[in-house]
């Protein structure tokens, strides 16, 4: 679903209400509980569930689902902070606490996957915003779309953050039997300071590694995303080594920062303990 579709009404929406939400056909309610604190999801209808990747973007895959926009971990260095400003909210705190949740994705995905003209193309899920954060928890998206997905016989791809992938670990294994099913999880750093700082709605690093050990233990492939890099904070040998001890049937990829206008790196760096001076000899 991109929202550049999303038609908005010409009749006066709720004052109170976000801009840019409250005037959209699609949105079902908003709604905000007490084991959620300070955030707020807004639930709607979703219009498509299959985004197609446009050729200039370079990627390995033609084709995304995400079933939320905004995200609960907080990670500073987001690049898809800026997708936020499509609704008039901020890249900021309201990427983190102002949730989008297509609630009826998986019905949407499915019918799409039963057109004719569906070639089976491999589907990418968490290259935007990760489909295992907290919100999962609550809405339970993700077990709909992996059946619609392995259902139909297309191939799927997950990376995330998030270890309420474990739940999900029973029927990715049965999924696998069906379609090429593959995971990767994000562990952009092993510092446990650091990550309160950079990523402070995100599951411990350490508990990220366990994921990691669950997911190849069910028997499925796993893929660690050491990324980003981020220059004088995370670019030791000592961060970059620690995931990788434990090897199993993973491989490891790295890429540095992107640093894309909307991420805040700039305003968390200079809180940071400074790189030693260099000697003067």
Same mark, same amino acid.
Not at 111 to 139: C, F, I, K, S
Not at 248 to 276: T, W
């Given at each position: 679903?991109?929202?550049?579709?999303?038609?908005?009404?010409?009749? /006066?929406?709720?004052?109170? %209400?976000?801009?840019?939400?409250?005037?959209?056909?699609?949105?079902?309610?908003?709604?905000?509980?007490?084991?959620? =604190?300070?955030?707020?999801?807004?639930?709607?209808? @979703?219009? &498509?569930?299959?985004?197609?990747?446009?050729?200039?973007?370079?990627?390995?895959?033609?084709?995304?689902?995400?079933?939320?926009?905004?995200?609960?971990?907080?990670?500073?260095? #987001?690049?898809?902070?800026? $997708?936020?400003?499509?609704?008039?909210?901020?890249?900021?705190?309201?990427?983190?606490?102002?949730?989008?949740?297509?609630?009826?994705?998986?019905?949407?995905?499915?019918?799409?996957?039963?057109?004719?003209?569906?070639?089976?193309?491999?589907? /990418?899920?968490?290259?935007?915003?990760?489909?295992?954060?907290?919100?999962?928890?609550?809405?339970?998206?993700?077990?709909?779309?992996? /059946? %619609?997905?392995?259902?139909?016989? *297309?191939?799927? &791809?997950?990376? *995330?953050?998030?270890? $309420? =992938?474990?739940?999900?670990?029973?029927?990715?294994?049965? %999924? &696998?039997?069906?379609?090429?099913?593959?995971?990767?999880?994000?562990?952009?750093? $092993?510092?446990?300071?650091?990550?309160?700082?950079?990523?402070?709605?995100?599951?411990?690093?350490? @508990?990220?590694?366990?994921?990691?050990?669950?997911?190849?233990?069910?028997?499925?492939?796993?893929?660690?995303?050491?990324?980003?890099?981020?220059?004088?904070?995370?670019? &030791?040998?000592?961060?970059?080594?620690?995931?990788?001890?434990?090897?199993?049937?993973?491989?490891? #990829?790295?890429?540095?920062?992107?640093?894309?206008?909307?991420?805040?790196?700039?305003?968390?760096?200079?809180?940071?303990?400074?790189?030693?001076?260099? %000697?003067?000899?």
């Amino acid at each position: 679903m991109r929202w550049a579709g999303q038609e908005i009404s010409n009749q /006066a929406g709720d004052p109170a %209400a976000l801009p840019g939400l409250d005037r959209l056909h699609n949105l079902v309610r908003s709604v905000r509980t007490p084991e959620f =604190a300070g955030i707020t999801f807004h639930e709607v209808l @979703a219009k &498509s569930a299959l985004n197609h990747v446009p050729k200039a973007a370079g990627l390995p895959f033609n084709w995304t689902v995400n079933p939320y926009r905004g995200c609960s971990h907080g990670c500073v260095y #987001c690049f898809a902070r800026n $997708t936020h400003t499509y609704l008039d909210l901020d890249a900021g705190d309201d990427f983190d606490r102002q949730i989008v949740v297509k609630i009826n994705i998986a019905d949407v995905l499915a019918r799409e996957l039963r057109r004719p003209t569906w070639t089976h193309e491999p589907v /990418a899920l968490g290259t935007n915003t990760d489909p295992y954060q907290r919100a999962e928890g609550r809405y339970r998206l993700m077990p709909g779309i992996i /059946a %619609a997905l392995a259902g139909s016989g *297309t191939p799927f &791809s997950i990376l *995330t953050k998030g270890t $309420t =992938a474990r739940r999900d670990l029973p029927l990715l294994t049965v %999924a &696998s039997r069906a379609v090429p099913v593959s995971m990767g999880v994000s562990i952009a750093l $092993t510092d446990e300071t650091i990550h309160a700082d950079l990523e402070p709605g995100t599951p411990t690093p350490r @508990a990220r590694l366990e994921l990691v050990r669950a997911i190849v233990g069910a028997g499925l492939p796993c893929q660690v995303l050491v990324a980003p890099i981020l220059p004088m904070i995370t670019d &030791s040998d000592e961060q970059h080594d620690h995931p990788r001890r434990d090897r199993g049937r993973r491989r490891d #990829c790295c890429n540095c920062v992107r640093a894309a206008p909307a991420s805040r790196c700039p305003r968390v760096v200079p809180a940071l303990p400074a790189p030693p001076s260099p %000697a003067v000899g």
